[in-house]
């Protein structure tokens, strides 16, 4: 974890000036063009949350490490593809997702492990409120990887990624029916095993 910690943080430090106020869009566009700068830009702005959301699809921190690369490697090859009919953060779970499922299936003996479920500290908290946040967050995280996949990755987009029901059924290739149906046996599954762990249900 040490080194993906670097390299969010050494991204940070190349895109901090560069990155009040510029769109995605405007971001993809100039990746299109050939611009690193943008490129870093928006690896800072969603690598941690694309690196979260992978991570709590396979269970494995350095596969997840891995794919957050594939993911931007795949956007700086493919930006001017980009048709900016969907936001870029949906594209980019889009992508997210397809590389982490094909990576399982190129795995089939892989495990999804609950001691690998990790949270990102926020440093923006004291370390009270993160150690609390983060006891709270992992209990959360090992009933969430209890679900089924289907059911798991609605959940993770919907609440940790804040994705409406038409953009989930975008990024899954479902329709947005489907998407509800599953949303209802997931929340009423995580209730369960919230309980069973001790953990208030205030996110649902």
Avoid at 164 to 192: H, L
Wanted: proline letters at 2%.
């Amino acid at each position: 974890m040490q080194r993906e910690y670097a390299l969010h943080g050494q991204a940070a430090s190349h895109a901090k000036a560069a990155d009040a106020g510029v769109r995605d869009e405007d971001l993809v566009e100039s990746i299109a063009r050939g611009d690193k700068g943008a490129m870093r830009v928006l690896y800072t702005r969603h690598s941690v949350r694309l690196y979260r959301f992978i991570l709590r699809l396979t269970g494995s921190t350095s596969l997840s490490e891995d794919l957050v690369s594939e993911v931007f490697l795949y956007v700086w090859r493919q930006a001017d593809a980009f048709e900016a009919k969907s936001r870029v953060s949906t594209w980019l779970l889009a992508i997210a997702r397809y590389k982490a499922f094909s990576a399982l299936r190129r795995r089939s003996d892989a495990q999804l492990d609950d001691a690998t479920v990790a949270v990102i500290e926020d440093p923006a908290d004291d370390p009270e409120i993160a150690f609390h946040g983060r006891q709270r967050s992992a209990l959360v995280g090992k009933c969430l990887m209890k679900l089924a996949p289907a059911h798991r990755q609605v959940i993770d987009l919907v609440y940790y990624h804040e994705k409406s029901i038409d953009e989930v059924a975008q990024i899954v290739g479902i329709p947005a029916n489907t998407v509800k149906t599953r949303m209802f046996y997931a929340r009423a599954r995580m209730a369960e095993l919230l309980a069973e762990a001790g953990v208030g249900r205030a996110w649902l």
